[in-house]
């Protein structure tokens, strides 16, 4: 999910930026800190959107920087355990599939793509036994988020399932939606 998260903490503001106004200075210090910045609190950060308070600036000796106490808002992609994401397949193993999920890539174990027997072939496809559901590389996909680590914080870890109802391939879902129209017409 992506939030706007309210930010307070002190900023330091390199010399080399002193020529633009304090709220550039401000705001281009704070990018080069945070965009991509990941932390199990904020998640991802994506960007800086906003500086909404700047206090007093304070030079410390030795450094020259100015130093300013800051207000700030930044948009973040924090994955919650529930949530249905729409994705990607980037890519596709012998054990599963990775899904581009917002800046971040989700992992669907193989036992979690599809209710079948999965077959991995060497062109790098996902095939199911009795339904021939095919999953390859490029596909646009939902999915539900099962699982989240930030055990390594530099690059958490998403786990997806799509064996639950209406989540897998958009292809997969849009042929289930074509057969309950036609069984519920018969009826």
């Known amino acids: 999910m992506y939030y706007t ?3 307070k903490g002190h900023v330091r503001v390199d010399p080399k930026l002193f020529s633009q106004s304090v709220d550039k200075g401000i705001k281009a210090s704070l990018q080069e800190k ?3 910045f990941i ?3 904020l998640g991802v950060v994506i960007g800086v959107h906003s500086v909404d308070k700047v206090g007093e ?3 410390i000796s030795g ?3 100015a130093y300013y106490d800051t207000e700030f808002s930044v948009l973040s992609f924090k994955p919650e355990i529930g949530e249905v994401v729409l994705g990607k397949i980037s890519d596709i193993t012998d ?3 990775f899904m581009t999920v917002g800046p971040i890539d989700g992992m669907i174990h193989v036992s979690q793509t599809m209710d079948d027997f999965v077959s991995f072939s060497k062109s790098n496809i996902l095939t199911g036994k ?3 559901k095919n999953l390859k590389v490029g596909d646009l996909c939902r999915a539900r988020i099962i699982a989240v680590s930030y055990k390594d914080v530099s690059s958490p870890k998403v786990g997806l399932t799509m064996r639950q109802h209406r989540l897998g391939a ?3 879902i849009e042929e289930e939606i074509k057969k309950e129209k036609k069984g519920s017409k018969k009826e």
């Open 170 to 172: 958009l292809s997969w």
């Open 63 to 65: 450094d020259g920087a």
């Open 5 to 7: 998260v309210k930010v």
């Open 39 to 41: 932390s199990k609190d």
């Open 130 to 132: 009795e339904s021939k």
């Open 34 to 36: 945070f965009e991509g």
């Open 57 to 59: 600036g304070v030079i």
């Open 95 to 97: 054990f599963g599939a």
